[in-house]
């Protein structure tokens, strides 16, 4: 039997569900991750079939998936590309900034930088699903390799997911507007919401909710995400600022004309 | 056999989830609306047993449910004030907005203004459920008549709900932050979105889905409540601008502690 070995480097989310979808497709899915009580959890829940260290897990895999925040990412990228040559056919990262990833790789043989197009604002192997690149679009960054290129596509649509060649460029600043700003923007509204008083609390309705769920995610990792992308981010942050602005000032004067051009609504009959 | 009449002045997704849970709890529901398409949905959908004018709904209602938009529903009351007396022991609102529903009603008998904090981003009594009110708050101004605000506490337990009291002051001064202020913030950052391209159109994930949602809400019913609630809803978008300013300038002169700061999270170990 000619089982494939992936092996997940930082069983969170993201890697736990890698590890549960993979097993569930027949693979052998080693994990190695600094915290020992994930990796406890990760058994635990079916997300690895065994432990390792990250040496082992670097000379062991098949496929290398590094699942770590961004920061981590590129240090053990850096160390990767200079250790002995690995026996991995494709490594790959998760991570939701591509430049500092692919330039960090450049010397890395096999490496594809990817990006899932799945996320749950829970953290930790426990937060982990099956399913939960089941349909999304998952990213890659084509390294130029085809052979390689199509190794990544495959391993991506065997976790159900639908492969999405993207420059690097064009990915970061395209998730600086889908998935950067609406953190930052929810980051910020979760102070003012904590900042009001008990009938805030009592008068949340589905949206607020929303985005206090967001706004609860890891800063964890969205600082490292953060500092990396902020050359994208900060553009649309101002284009949001100003058009909030102009709100603010539509509703002082009462223009009601003048905020529904705002929000690019017809206008009023 | 005595049944209760309640009787529903719009029969959009509120005005219809209040028929179908009416119905469910065994009551008799008459439906008006101005629109003759949506009341023969909401008898097909089993949101009335009877549609009737506007004029006989005013006659035959037990419990009388004005759930039109913030507009209409001021214009109503007002009508209503100037009416023959009404059988009816309860009459209540459930716009967004309390102050100017709580000032117009001043001369209506058996008015008490509330507020739902349930909602769907659809519109329409398509979107309508007989639980859409199940364990949720809804808030209503106390009317100063015990026995008046012991039946409409009565009548919204009857939905599932939960009644709140509050005074429109605080309401509004409330629902501006946590309604409100997402709705506008959602509505433009929508805008920024459409205006993207293709790949923004690809990976956008939960979160941008999520707030598109909320901006794909009808602007029909916010622009009556912002212009309505606009001195409540204009110092917390002050508040947001201002954050979101300062994040900005933090992300551009790479000061990720700072960025903590202003998210509340512990600094940086």
Not at 255 to 260: E, M, P, T, V, Y
Request: proline share 4%; hydrophobic share 45%.
């Amino acid at each position: 039997l000619n089982r494939t070995t992936v092996g997940i480097l930082g069983v969170g989310a993201i890697g736990g569900s890698v590890g549960l979808r993979a097993r569930r497709n027949g693979d052998r899915v080693l994990g190695a991750d600094s915290q020992a009580t994930a990796l406890k959890e990760a058994r635990a829940v079916g997300a690895i079939d065994t432990s390792v260290s990250a040496e082992e897990l670097a000379r062991l895999s098949d496929v290398l998936v590094i699942a770590t925040y961004l920061e981590p990412t590129l240090k053990t990228i850096e160390r990767l590309a200079h250790s002995a040559p690995l026996p991995a056919s494709l490594i790959i990262d998760v991570a939701s900034v591509k430049l500092p990833v692919v330039q960090a790789a450049a010397e890395l043989a096999n490496f594809v930088a990817t990006h899932p197009m799945a996320g749950t604002e829970r953290s930790g192997v426990e937060a982990a699903r099956d399913d939960l690149f089941e349909r999304r679009a998952w990213a890659y960054v084509p390294s130029g390799d085809e052979a390689l290129d199509r190794r990544a596509r495959g391993f991506i649509e065997s976790m159900g997911a639908i492969p999405l060649a993207i420059s690097a460029e064009d990915h970061d600043r395209a998730v600086a507007l889908t998935s950067h700003v609406p953190q930052v923007v929810a980051s910020c509204y979760g102070t003012l919401l904590r900042a009001g008083d008990d009938s805030v609390e009592e008068l949340c309705g589905p949206v607020a909710a929303e985005l206090r769920r967001i706004a609860a995610m890891s800063f964890g990792m969205w600082r490292d995400i953060l500092r990396a992308n902020s050359a994208n981010i900060e553009p649309h942050l101002r284009s949001l600022i100003s058009k909030l602005e102009s709100t603010a000032e539509a509703l002082l004067a009462g223009d009601i004309d003048g905020l529904a051009t705002l929000f690019g609504e017809p206008r009023r009959q």
